[in-house]
């Protein structure tokens, strides 16, 4: 024997000796040898040991170590507990596994819930989510709330909102108690492209049992954001609804609906922030401004909703703009600067813009903001740490290198350090708290890349790109910035390139099918 080799082995044979004691005590259980307690439903009987009841369920562990009855009997009888549910915990306790189909979860979930059995409710609650359709959310829900399933809970009300307008198609939400129905038409995610959709599906639950549930009518208008109906729907709703033109209450609301929209003054009360408060939609898509041909300058804006192909118009931008630079702020879209067409005395002319304006997703209005220090059309923009940063751009006369930002808490443009060059058609980028301003025209194509740091108030160069480009896509994924296209001074690009801030350097990626300029990523 090698002396240095240790004179013991510990063999670690833990996944095949937990297999080999399961399958063992499961052979005893199906033999009936070794068991030391029947379980009861009926007239079946099950036979087990106690130790792996007890192993598996707290119930059982209670009942068997404590001071209960049971402890000493060899039989245990139950009364409200499914015979082939609690056969399949058993079966669970010795094999790991457990059947769960539409046909067994129903009495499955209510046994596992009584016995404390956590992994086997857990399973069933993950079935019964990937079950969930609009018509059985509702009976889920319930469901789940009954047994204290809050994870299913959250999830089934989740998908209610989320599908709101399949749902409110169905039987189930035809027989919803009229609180039910209350709670979830008042939820702010309710996903729905207009009020309307809610207050139809109001209309038919009344309608569905009328003399019993009008007298609910009012308490459920108010959950309908009445304000945000247009006035001719609002008009034509009191003008063919009698179960509202005959109501108090009702009549109210519909005045102070209209009121919003004809005395805007009236919008500042606290009413009427809660009834236009936006419910949380799913993402949408907004065209704003631009060109249409060679002359055409837009004001025009418009949304398009993906869950259903459509496309609203929106309130349009106080002058028809184009080649401006556009952000999301807490909610709220800026347009920045561009080139604007103005009429005087009948003569229409363009001008490079420092004008601002902001659109209100609760009010589909948009407001003129304080000018910026310089006019700049094809500037680029960014929004880092709760502030709007206009960077560069064209002012009709001379490229840019200045940049300032906007603070909406003091209502104010601040001018900070500016780039090391003039830059327009150009993008900027936000990474690591960090805003980036990659290529662009200032007067030469150029492919190089410069970093602001606002701790600093500085920029610093970095890596430059393989390709000069202009008016190219960018994005920022994974902690990369990706530049897709452009265009070069000579040709269209279809190049990709990655950048990775903690190397410094860019990677040229697969090059798309086609070489396209003006687009976005």
Known sequence: MDPSSPPFLLAKLTPLHSEQLLQGLNLLRQHQELCDVVL??????????????????????????GNLSEKENAEVEFQCVDEAALQAIVEYAYTGTVFISQDTVESLLPAAN??????????????????????????????????????????????????????????????????????IVSNDCLNVVTEETVFYALESWIKYDVQERQKYLAQL????RLPLLSVKFLTRLYEANHLIRDDHTCKHLLNEALKYHFMPEHRLSHQSVLLTRPRCAPKVLCAVGGKAGLFACLESMEMYFPQNDSWIGLAPLSIPRYEFGICVLEQKIYVVGGIATHVCQGISYRKHESSVECWDPDTNTWSSLERMFESRSTLGVAVLAGELYALGGYDGQSYLRSVEKYIPKVKEWQLVAPMSRTRSCFAAAVLDGMIYAIGGYGPAHMNSMERYDPSKNSWETVASMADKRINFGVGVMLGFIFVVGGHNGVSHLSSIERYDPHQNQWTVCRPMKEPRTGGSS
Do not use: W
């Open 40 to 65: 009861r439903v009926g007239e079946a009987k099950i036979h087990a040991h106690k130790v792996v009841l007890a192993s598996i369920s707290p119930y059982f562990k209670a009942m068997f170590t």
């Open 221 to 224: 208008l108010h959950c309908v």
């Open 114 to 183: 009584l016995l404390q059995v956590k992994l086997v409710v857990k399973e069933c609650c993950a079935f019964l989510e990937s079950q969930l359709d609009p018509g059985n959310c509702i009976g889920i829900s319930r469901f789940a709330e009954t047994y204290g399933c809050h994870e299913l809970y959250l999830a089934a009300n989740k998908f209610i909102c989320q599908n709101f307008e399949d749902v409110c198609q169905t039987e189930e939400f035809l027989e919803l108690t009229h609180s039910e129905l209350d709670e």
